[in-house]
């Protein structure tokens, strides 16, 4: 008698603290009542919450996920930008390009002239060109856009921050009369290469001073570590794409075309870098190289 007992106590507690539970929700769901303790939304770690009110000039926070995008793309932190040709032919040098840079109400135009080609390939070309506003030299990359893909190369330049790595300034994005989209990434301009300065020395049957080797290779191995330190592997070192500043032999790791993002244990293609400075392991077909 005294187990039955006990056992019916325990269960009409647990339907108590049930029936307690639920009418606690409902009041909380109902939202808080005269007499009532506002409970707080869970905040994140090492964050501060602040309680919004609905006087004076406090922004109320977004009630959906559309609310949240839309007020994002507002204050100009995904910014899509476009740019069109407002005068000569974008297929040859010497077009100007129209454009805008910065976001919110600090938009303002800017015009870049073309003036010569500086690299070219698969991916597409580079030109040199000139902020009119401020007389800047910068490169400006154009690649053509496949509209269903985000550029993976943009999403790597946006990450990148070092003085041995190239520096994306600006980006935006043009369309041709067949309907075309290319990305046009705006970087600083750097004149020389390494391939060019070796090119240099050989022509004149000279080698390259061993002094220089040492600090450009210094350089690239910063620049490596810094971009491994992100996971992210260039996947395309060669010395064309090793820029020199020839007055202050200051170089810069360039051209993202082929980086990735790398995943332990994810597979990737072995079909990658130019021929003649591709890894052993990728010559003989590995696609796991990111175990390590």
Request: include cysteine.
């Given at each position: 008698?005294?187990?039955?007992?006990?056992?019916?106590?325990?269960?009409?507690?647990?339907?108590?603290?049930?029936?307690?539970?639920?009418?606690?929700?409902?009041?909380?769901?109902?939202?808080?009542?005269?007499?009532?303790?506002?409970?707080?939304?869970?905040?994140?770690?090492?964050?501060?919450?602040?309680?919004?009110?609905?006087?004076?000039?406090?922004?109320?926070?977004?009630?959906?996920?559309?609310?949240?995008?839309?007020?994002?793309?507002?204050?100009?932190?995904?910014?899509?930008?476009?740019?069109?040709?407002?005068?000569?032919?974008?297929?040859?040098?010497?077009?100007?390009?129209?454009?805008?840079?910065?976001?919110?109400?600090?938009?303002?135009?800017?015009?870049y002239s073309t003036e010569r080609v500086v690299?070219?390939?698969?991916?597409?070309?580079?030109?040199?060109?000139?902020?009119?506003?401020?007389?800047?030299?910068?490169?400006?990359?154009?690649?053509?856009?496949?509209?269903?893909?985000?550029?993976?190369?943009?999403?790597?330049?946006?990450?990148?921050?070092?003085?041995?790595?190239?520096?994306?300034?600006?980006?935006?994005?043009?369309?041709?009369?067949?309907?075309?989209?290319?990305?046009?990434?705006?970087?600083?301009?750097?004149?020389?290469?390494?391939?060019?300065?070796?090119?240099?020395?050989?022509?004149?049957?000279?080698?390259?001073?061993?002094?220089?080797?040492?600090?450009?290779?210094?350089?690239?191995?910063?620049?490596?570590?810094?971009?491994?330190?992100?996971?992210?592997?260039?996947?395309?070192?060669?010395?064309?794409?090793?820029?020199?500043?020839?007055q202050t032999h200051q170089l810069k790791l360039?051209?993202?075309?082929?980086?990735?993002?790398?995943?332990?244990?994810?597979?990737?293609?072995?079909?990658?870098?130019?021929?003649?400075?591709?890894?052993?392991?990728?010559?003989?077909?590995?696609?796991?190289h990111s175990r390590h």
């Amino acid at each position: 008698m005294d187990l039955f007992k006990a056992t019916l106590s325990r269960k009409t507690g647990d339907a108590g603290e049930k029936l307690d539970t639920t009418q606690k929700r409902t009041k909380i769901a109902a939202g808080p009542a005269d007499g009532m303790v506002e409970r707080r939304p869970t905040q994140a770690l090492g964050t501060s919450y602040q309680p919004t009110s609905s006087k004076g000039n406090a922004e109320a926070l977004p009630q959906s996920l559309t609310q949240l995008r839309l007020k994002e793309e507002k204050d100009g932190k995904e910014a899509v930008y476009e740019g069109r040709v407002v005068e000569g032919d974008p297929s040859v040098c010497g077009h100007v390009i129209s454009t805008t840079a910065s976001g919110g109400s600090n938009r303002q135009s800017i015009n870049y002239s073309t003036e010569r080609v500086v690299g070219n390939g698969s991916f597409g070309v580079v030109f040199q060109a000139t902020c009119l506003e401020t007389g800047e030299t910068v490169a400006i990359k154009k690649v053509l856009q496949d509209k269903r893909f985000k550029n993976r190369e943009l999403q790597i330049m946006k990450m990148m921050d070092h003085c041995n790595v190239v520096q994306l300034q600006h980006c935006f994005y043009t369309t041709t009369e067949k309907d075309e989209v290319f990305l046009n990434l705006v970087l600083e301009f750097v004149p020389e290469t390494v391939y060019r300065i070796g090119k240099h020395y050989s022509k004149n049957g000279q080698r390259m001073p061993t002094l220089f080797v040492k600090l450009y290779v210094y350089q690239m191995c910063r620049a490596l570590a810094h971009i491994h330190s992100m996971q992210v592997c260039h996947r395309d070192i060669k010395p064309q794409n090793l820029l020199v500043n020839t007055q202050t032999h200051q170089l810069k790791l360039c051209d993202f075309g082929s980086a990735k993002v790398l995943m332990k244990g994810e597979p990737n293609i072995s079909y990658i870098c130019s021929r003649y400075y591709r890894a052993p392991e990728l010559i003989f077909g590995d696609r796991l190289h990111s175990r390590h």
